[in-house]
C-alpha cells in the first residue's frame, strides 16, 4: 500500500527567510502526481504545487519549488522570502494516475517567526 | 467559478443519532471525495464518487455512507454516531483527467 511520510511535525521559520518541508513515500508505480497542500488556520486546503511523476524538471509556483527525486522516492517543499501568511498546516499527497484517492501524510505544521 | 461549497458548516449531534453532510462541487467537477479529518488520525479518505457510482472506499465501517446526485452533487451519512466521529469532514472536487483535488471549507461536526 502506498504511503507517505513527513517527518517534521513542527517546523519554523523567521520572516523573509527560506524554509525546506520534507516528504517520502513509498510505491510500486511509475506514474502518479504528487502534491502540497496548505491548510491555514481557516482550514480551508489550498493548493500549492502540483507534480508529475513522469517530469525531471521540479515544479515551481512564484516562492515555492519542490525537489523531486523519484529514485529516492522525495518531495520536499521550498518556500523561499517566508511570508507570515505562510503559516500553516503543510501536507504532502500521493495519487495515482488511475485513480483519484489521494493519500495525504501526516502534515507539518510551519510557523513564521515575524 | 464558483468553488466547493459544503454545508452545512458547523453540526452538533448527540450519540446514536444520524446525520448528513451535503457537497456541491465546482461546476464541471464529476468525482467528489470524502475525507475525515482529526487531531489523532490526521487525514483519512472515506469514498469517492464519479457518476453516481462510488469508485474507491477507505477503511472506515457501514455506519458511514454515500451518494452522488445526477448533478454530482454529493451526500455523506453517518448513522449511529459515536464521540470519535467528531471530525471535520472534508469534501474534494476533481476534473476528470486532472487528478489535483479542490477541497470545500468542510464540517465541522461534533458529537456529544
Known amino acids: 500500500a502506498q504511503t507517505v511520510t513527513q517527518s517534521q511535525p513542527e517546523m519554523s521559520v523567521q520572516e523573509a527567510e527560506t524554509v525546506t518541508l520534507s516528504c517520502t513515500y513509498d510505491?510500486?508505480?511509475?506514474?502518479?502526481?504528487l502534491f502540497w497542500y496548505k491548510q491555514p488556520p481557516s482550514r480551508q486546503m489550498i493548493l500549492v504545487i502540483r507534480?508529475?511523476?513522469?517530469?525531471?524538471q521540479n515544479a515551481t509556483e512564484n516562492r515555492f519549488s519542490v525537489n523531486f527525486q523519484k529514485a529516492a522516492k522525495s518531495f520536499s517543499l521550498k518556500i523561499s522570502d517566508s511570508q507570515l501568511g505562510d503559516a500553516a498546516m503543510y501536507f504532502c499527497?500521493?495519487?495515482?494516475?488511475?485513480?483519484?484517492?489521494?493519500?495525504f501524510g501526516p502534515g507539518t505544521s510551519l510557523s513564521v517567526i515575524p | 467559478k464558483a468553488g466547493v461549497t459544503q454545508t452545512p458548516r458547523y453540526l452538533i449531534k448527540t450519540r446514536g443519532q444520524q446525520v448528513t453532510l451535503s457537497c456541491s462541487p465546482i461546476?464541471?467537477?464529476?468525482?467528489v471525495s470524502w475525507y475525515q479529518q482529526t487531531p489523532g488520525q490526521g487525514l483519512q479518505f472515506l469514498f469517492e464518487?464519479?457518476?453516481?457510482?462510488?469508485?474507491n472506499k477507505g477503511n472506515f465501517p457501514g455506519r458511514f455512507s454515500g451518494r452522488q446526485f445526477s448533478n454530482s452533487r454529493s451526500e455523506m451519512n453517518v448513522s449511529t454516531l459515536e464521540l470519535g466521529d467528531s471530525a471535520l469532514y472534508l469534501c474534494?472536487?476533481?476534473?476528470?483527467?486532472?487528478?489535483?483535488?479542490?477541497f470545500g471549507p468542510g464540517t465541522r461536526l461534533t458529537v456529544l
Open positions: 474534494a472536487s476533481t476534473r476528470q483527467g486532472y487528478n489535483e483535488q479542490f
Open positions: 510505491t510500486s508505480e511509475s506514474d502518479y502526481y
Open positions: 507534480q508529475e511523476a513522469y517530469k525531471q
Open positions: 499527497a500521493y495519487v495515482e494516475t488511475s485513480y483519484d484517492k489521494v493519500i
Open positions: 461546476s464541471g467537477h464529476r468525482s
Open positions: 464518487y464519479f457518476s453516481e457510482t462510488q469508485r
